[in-house]
């Protein structure tokens, strides 16, 4: 682990490495993205049991969530490293005759990664993914709020890399000020969108870009024609897993009031059989990160009323898979994101309150829609502006390399994973290779060119 007094001296060092040129050799980025695989590989056990001692994820969700989803986006982005490295060549414009379009990725430098707490593992190490792979030389900031992991990411990185090519930096707010206050080259931030603004301000200082991965209130829609027991089960699954400590969770439930006792009764045999009919005992069920995120979740049980859980066990972190039904927009659980195990249902009639409902709203990171009806999916589509989300299942958008991931308005800016990870961590070099074979004089000052310059750029 670096300690705080050598932050300056870790981020010059990380510039110096880069100017050698190093990083940026396609070759050195393989062989690095392969050292990084086989350490990953090497931790896996020491990954899940920090996972099961920071947020008692199981073994299964923390493999799907956490290592497996890293694991895919590693191979997927080391398969196809060569292909998007190479300068691509583009149309040449009739006006630019004789000459050639090239863009070429190049790395920014020195990357700023800093990371979250709910996925503590792949949010951090999928990002340093895309910054290696684009050629960067990276520094990692992982959540003070999951120390057993950040403490295997810090053992991770320490025992594969230099640190003049990728660091971590363990700490919270304090560190993360002090790191934002660097020369580097790209902030890449995931965390909640009042730190988000915290970070643009710090990095609009010194004109650093930045992608922000940020949160929000995803609604999920049940239209009456959807298939009511896969949807409950689909639903069920993307918001308790991770106990609701998820980003693109749906946050509250927009149910058409016709299938509305119907979704709940599937709704509560989906829990009962994911987690038990006493989910406070199963050894399996996610815990609540801090006693802070606890108390601020258990306030809102008393909001509307309890149509499933309920139940917490505050000396474990514990809150039970909660619906909570009669819920109005004006209630503080509507007020702010949940992140945690409790659901709220509202319900409505035409489809066009809800849109406007929604659309009242800041944008949020995830939309998910469940019905089978092609105009209603293309309406909602077409009239909602959301980061990404899902027809017809939660979650899944995310856990493919092929979708680029991100938010938009107050959910964030910018997107990552597989080759827009690649994409974001590069800049596009625009270069015009011109020819030296003929020069035409039209351009030129003096040489009555602009009856065909009107006529070559005509409107
Ligand atoms: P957070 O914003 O509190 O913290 C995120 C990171 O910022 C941590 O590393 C933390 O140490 C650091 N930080 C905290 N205060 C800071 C400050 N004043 N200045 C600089 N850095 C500071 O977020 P969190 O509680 O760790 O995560 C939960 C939030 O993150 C939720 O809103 C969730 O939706 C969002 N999230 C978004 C995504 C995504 O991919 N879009 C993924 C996971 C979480």
Not at 104 to 129: M, R
Not at 379 to 396: H, P, Y
Not at 405 to 411: A, K, L, R
């Amino acid at each position: 682990m670096i300690i705080n007094d050598s932050i300056e001296e870790l981020v010059l060092n990380q510039r110096r490495f880069f100017k050698t040129g190093g990083p940026r050799d396609v070759s050195f980025r393989i062989e690095q993205l392969n050292k990084l695989r086989n350490a990953l590989i090497a931790k896996e056990a020491e990954v899940i049991n920090a996972l099961r001692k920071d947020l008692n994820k199981s073994e299964q969700e923390s493999f799907t969530t956490e290592v497996g989803i890293v694991y895919k986006e590693l191979s997927y982005v080391i398969k196809n490293i060569h292909k998007w490295t190479k300068p691509r060549k583009v149309k040449t414009a009739v006006t630019h005759f004789g000459s050639r379009g090239e863009i070429h990725p190049e790395p920014y430098g020195t990357v700023l990664i800093i990371a979250p707490w709910n996925y503590p593992w792949q949010l951090a190490i999928s990002p340093l993914i895309g910054a290696l792979a684009a050629g960067n030389t990276a520094i990692i900031k992982p959540s003070e709020l999951t120390p057993h992991v950040a403490g295997v990411i810090s053992s991770l990185i320490q025992d594969t890399f230099p640190t003049q090519y990728v660091a971590v930096v363990e700490g919270g707010p304090d560190t993360s000020t002090r790191l934002l206050k660097q020369p580097v080259d790209y902030i890449f931030f995931t965390g909640s969108t009042n730190i988000g603004k915290v970070v643009m301000q710090a990095a609009a200082k010194n004109l650093i870009p930045v992608t922000l991965e940020l949160g929000g209130k995803s609604p999920c829609i049940v239209h009456k024609d959807a298939p009511i027991k896969l949807t409950a089960r689909r639903i069920i699954f993307g918001k308790f897993t991770n106990a609701g400590q998820t980003c693109v969770a749906p946050d509250y439930l927009l149910v058409h009031q016709s299938v509305k006792e119907e979704l709940i009764k599937h709704m509560k045999e989906a829990i009962s059989e994911f987690y038990s009919d006493s989910p406070l005992s199963n050894p399996d069920y996610g815990r609540i990160v801090s006693e802070k995120h606890f108390l601020r979740l258990s306030n809102f049980l008393s909001n509307g009323s309890i149509r499933h859980g309920g139940k917490c066990d505050a000396s474990k972190l514990l809150i039970e898979p909660t619906l909570l039904d009669d819920i109005t927009w004006e209630m503080p659980v509507m007020e702010e994101e949940i992140f945690g195990p409790i659901f709220p249902i509202l319900t409505y009639d035409h489809l066009d309150e809800i849109i406007d409902m929604v659309n009242a709203k800041p944008k949020p990171l995830a939309l998910y829609l469940f019905t089978k009806d092609n105009d209603i999916q293309n309406k909602i589509l077409s009239s909602i502006s959301f980061g990404g989300g899902c027809v017809n299942d939660t979650l899944m958008h995310l856990a493919t390399p092929h979708l680029p991931f991100g938010g938009v308005g107050e959910s964030g800016m910018g997107a990552y994973h597989g080759e827009h990870s690649f994409e974001t961590f590069s800049h596009k070099k625009s270069v015009l290779r011109q020819t030296n074979k003929f020069d035409f004089s039209f351009r030129y000052p003096g040489k009555g060119g602009l009856k065909l310059l009107r006529k070559l750029m005509k409107p």
